[in-house]
Every structure is written in C-alpha cells, then in structure tokens.
C-alpha cells in the first residue's frame, strides 16, 4: 500500500509538472536537479558513516519528501493561497502560502517521517545523527522535487539564459550551487530535536525537544522565503551570508562533533566487547577507525569477493550498534533482547565472513 501511495504521488506530481511547464522542461528539470541532490546525499551519507541505517528507510525517507510530503504541501499551500486571494485581494495569496502555510505545512510534513521512525523503529533511532540522517534524506527528497518544478519553470519561462539573467543557469545557481542544503537544513533541527528526545529520560524534554526544534526550523524557512518573497527579493542574498550560510556552518559543526562522539563511544565499547569475548582482540584497532573498516572490507573484498566484504559490513554494523546499546547499560528487558538480537546477528555475519574466506582459500 505505501508503495502505491508513493507511486501516485508521483504519477500526480509528473502530470502536474508537465500540464504547467512542458515535458521537455521537466526533463530538463530533472537533470538539473540531479546535481544538487547528489552532494546532499552524499553528505548525509557520509555523517552516517558510523552507524549506517538501513538502506531501505533512508530510500523511504527520499520517497516520502520527494513524493507524500511534496504532495501535501502542495495541496494546503494552494488552498492557502487561495484563502489568501480571497481574503486580503489578489496578488496576496502568494504571500500567505509563503509565509505562513509554507513553513508550517512543508516542515511538519517532512518532519512526520522522522516522527514515524522515532516512533515505530526506535532501535533504529539512538542520538542526534540519526535524526538528522532522516529528517536531511525526507528534506532532500522534497527539494529534489521543488527543484524539478523550479528548474523546469525557468526553462519553460526564459530558456537556458545566463548567470546574469532569468533562466535555468540563474535558477541553478541560487538552488543548486548556493543553497542546497536549505531544506535539509530547515528539518534537520526537527531532526535534532528528535535525536535529543531519543537519549533523554526525562519526559518533558522527550516532548519538549521535537516540538522546540520544528518551531526552529520552521522560523528559518520563514526567514528563507520572506527575503525571496518581500521587497523584490532583494534581501536575498544579505540574509542568505547573514543568517542561513552562518547557520548552516553551525549546524554542520555540531554534526561533525556529535560524528566524533560516535567514534568515542564505539572505541570505548571495544576493549570490554573484546573481554566479553564478542569479538577478537586483534580486531580492535580495525573497528576503532572507518579508514580501519574500509580497509577490512576491501581486503575481503579483494581475497573472498563481493559477499565476503558485506558479511564483514554486517558484523562491524552490528559491533557499532553493540555499543551504542551499552553506553548506557542494559536496563530493561527490551534492551537485553535487543542485545541478544545483535549477538545473534554479530556471530552469523561472522560465521558468513569466515565461510566465504575459507571458500575463496579453497579456490
């Protein structure tokens, strides 16, 4: 069923697109918007180095910002738009959706998405970077859309034209090379907000932490298209320098030093897994870097082929979430059948690891 949805979704927003601006420049949108949507997934990749999530969530995540959440955006900002015409004149409208309907409405609906995974995969959720994983690949996937219909509307409206001029290279300049990471950086404080919900024990903040950092997120994008929208746009770029880029450089630095905390707990965790016997003592140093991993996993890669290197995968996945689990002890009885689950995963990806080196040996 969600498959249909998102695939409705997405029929809707291509026959929307090309019905206003042609398919030709829907095409061209769409390869103008693969640029920028690169580096951002490659970004939040790269920040979810240590404890990867699950491919298949984070497909989901792009999925529902570039198809259920784009949908429903645009749904209640035409609406709103419409109301705004209605009430205060024509003309208006277009403010109303901009200012109002569209950072409210944008950032909760990406925003859910990280709220459903906080919810119902909590053992996929254990800090800040998880949330941010999420909430930058639902935010990533919206402005891949939005791109699509902004990129394809200069083309439609004023061709190719230049740096200087309307058009697709202006349009890409603004969206693509200065602000890629606008939307992502708008739901991200929603997902620091549920990252910091996710390790908290006091309830008040649980509550408190998600709401605070949607309302953060939702005044940046307030900011953002007041200063597009107002005064000609000429505010633009001062804000742009001003308020979003210094933001945006703060925002990466508290997730690069929340990347380093996860490289402290893992490296803590490995001497007592060690003595626990749960891995070898010589693979310590090996899972206490990411350059360490890459090179055990090239080296099976190399020696045993391409499933010997992603049973290795697995086994450092399951050490790392090992880790995470006990920073804090094992308290309950779902931590220690989660515990369980990771062991019983470790040894198999083991076992799987060890089988293939013995076959590529053998040959």
Same mark, same amino acid.
């Given at each position: 069923m969600g498959l249909?949805?998102? $695939?409705?979704?997405g029929l809707f927003l291509f026959g929307l697109a090309t019905a +206003? &601006?042609?398919w030709l420049a829907v095409a061209i949108g769409v390869v103008a918007a693969l640029v920028p949507v %690169?580096?951002?997934v490659a970004g939040f990749l790269w920040v979810d180095r240590w404890e990867p999530e699950p491919a298949k969530l984070l497909l989901i995540a792009f999925a529902w910002g570039a198809c259920i959440a784009t949908v429903t955006a645009l749904l209640i900002n035409t609406g709103a738009e419409a109301f705004g015409d209605l009430l205060l004149g024509g003309g208006n409208g277009s403010k109303v959706s901009a200012l109002v309907s569209a950072p409210l409405v944008e950032e $909760? $609906?990406? %925003? &859910?998405?990280?709220?459903?995974i906080f919810w119902r995969r909590k053992e996929e959720f254990d800090g800040i970077v998880d949330g941010v994983v999420y909430a930058g690949f639902a935010a990533a996937g919206f402005a891949f859309t939005e791109n699509i219909y902004y990129f394809g509307r200069a083309f439609a409206d004023h061709g190719f034209g230049n740096g200087t001029s309307a058009g697709v290279v202006a349009a890409f300049l603004v969206r693509g090379v200065l602000s890629p990471f606008t939307h992502p950086l708008f739901t991200v404080m929603t997902g620091i907000?549920? %990252?910091?919900?996710? +390790? *908290? *024990?006091?309830r008040w903040l649980r509550i408190f932490a998600p709401i605070a950092g949607y309302l953060a997120g939702v005044c940046l994008h307030v900011l953002w298209n007041a200063a597009a929208t107002l005064n000609g746009g000429k505010s633009f770029l001062t804000l742009y320098f001003l308020v979003i880029l210094p933001l945006l450089i703060g925002a990466i630095y508290v997730i690069v030093l929340q990347r380093r905390r !996860?490289?402290?707990i893992v490296t803590a965790a490995l001497p007592r897994m060690a003595a626990a016997r749960w891995i070898a003592p010589s693979e310590v140093d090996l899972l206490a870097s990411l350059a360490g991993r890459r090179a055990w996993r090239r080296q099976a #890669? #190399? !020696?045993s082929g391409r499933a010997a290197a992603k049973a290795v995968g697995r086994y450092q996945a399951s050490v790392t979430e090992l880790a995470f689990l006990r920073r804090g002890g094992i308290r309950t009885d779902d931590e220690r059948r989660r515990q369980d689950e990771l062991l019983q995963a470790l040894h198999s990806a083991r076992a799987d690891a060890v089988r293939l080196a013995d076959n590529g040996d053998s040959r």
């Open positions: 249909i949805v998102v $695939a409705l979704c +206003r &601006v042609g %690169g580096v951002v $909760a $609906a990406k %925003g &859910v998405f990280v709220l459903l907000g549920f %990252g910091v919900a996710a +390790r *908290t *024990t006091q !996860e490289q402290r #890669r #190399r !020696e």
